[in-house]
C-alpha cells in the first residue's frame, strides 16, 4: 500500500482507515479528526516551518508588566523593543529569554504601596521576558498564554514580537477537498503521525505504533532539512554578537 503524493481531509481520513483496516463505525469523525489534529500539532512543534513566522507591533501599558501572547502562537521566536512611543523606525533591542523565577526575583523589591499597579519595583525599557502556556486550540480566538517582562515598562513603548503560529489545518469543518503546506509537502509524514495516534488509540499492535512511529521520524528529517534554521525557538537572540567597529580617521 502506497501513500498519495497530496492528501485532503477526505483522502487522509480514508487513507487511515485503509491502512489501519478499522471501520467507520469505530473510527467515527470526531474521532479521525482528533488523530489529524493531534499530528498537525505535533509536526508543527517537531518542525516550525518559516510559512508559518508572523510578527506583530503592539505596545506596552505603562506599569504593566504582562502581555498576551498572540492568537494561535505556538511559541515566541523573538520579542524586539524600541525606546519609542510612537513607532518601531530604528534600532530596537532584543529582549533576553528568562524564566518566570528570575522575572519574579528581578521584580520582588517593591517601592511603592503593596497591591496597586504603581507598586513594581524596578521600571524602565524592558530587558527580559519569560512565557506562561502556549497554543490551546486551533481555533481563532485562542490565546495563548502570556509573557512576563522586566523591567516593567515605564512607558507605552512600541515593541514587535515574532513568533510561529498555529496554521489552517485540515479538518471536518472545513472544504474536505482543500490541502494545506503540510498535506502538499509533507504528505506521508502527515499519514504517518496519524497513524501513531490511531494505533495509539487503537493500544496495540505494539509493533504497528513502532513501524510508524520510525516511519515518520525518518520523514521528518528528511522534512526538516528543507527548513534550515527553522528548529531554534527564539534565533533572533542565538547569534554571535555582532558589534559595529567605527573604522580609524583617515
Known amino acids: 500500500m502506497s501513500g ?15 491502512y489501519t483496516e478499522v471501520g467507520s463505525t469505530v473510527f467515527t469523525t470526531t474521532i479521525l479528526d482528533g488523530f489529524i489534529m493531534a499530528a498537525q500539532f505535533r509536526i508543527n512543534l517537531d518542525c516550525p516551518m518559516d510559512s508559518d513566522r508572523i510578527q506583530s507591533e503592539a505596545q506596552f501599558a505603562t506599569d504593566f508588566n504582562t502581555i498576551t501572547m498572540p492568537t494561535k502562537a505556538l511559541f515566541v521566536r523573538g520579542i524586539e523593543v524600541y525606546d519609542s512611543t510612537a513607532n518601531t523606525n530604528g534600532q530596537g533591542v532584543w529582549l533576553e529569554r528568562r524564566d518566570q523565577t528570575f522575572i519574579s526575583e528581578y521584580i520582588g523589591n517593591l517601592t511603592g504601596t503593596s497591591g496597586g499597579a504603581a507598586d513594581q519595583d524596578v521600571t524602565g525599557l524592558p530587558k527580559y521576558y519569560s512565557m506562561f502556556g502556549g497554543a490551546t486550540t486551533g481555533a481563532d480566538t485562542a490565546t495563548s498564554g502570556a509573557i512576563y517582562v522586566a523591567p516593567t515598562p515605564d512607558k507605552n513603548y512600541k515593541y514587535i514580537i515574532h513568533y510561529n503560529a498555529m ?25 504517518y503521525a496519524c497513524l501513531v495516534e490511531a494505533y495509539g488509540f487503537l493500544k496495540g499492535p505494539t509493533d504497528m505504533l513502532t513501524l510508524y512511529e520510525q516511519k515518520y521520524k525518518t520523514e521528518l528529517q528528511k522534512f526538516a532539512a528543507m527548513q534550515i534554521g527553522r528548529r531554534r525557538r527564539d534565533d533572533y537572540t542565538d547569534g554571535t554578537l555582532r558589534i559595529p567597529i567605527e573604522s580609524a580617521p583617515q
Open 167 to 191: 496554521p489552517t489545518g485540515l479538518g471536518s469543518g472545513g472544504d474536505g477537498n482543500s490541502n494545506t503546506y503540510l498535506s502538499n509537502y509533507f504528505p506521508q509524514g502527515l499519514l
Open 4 to 18: 498519495l503524493s497530496s492528501y485532503t481531509y477526505t483522502t487522509l481520513k480514508q487513507a487511515i482507515l485503509d
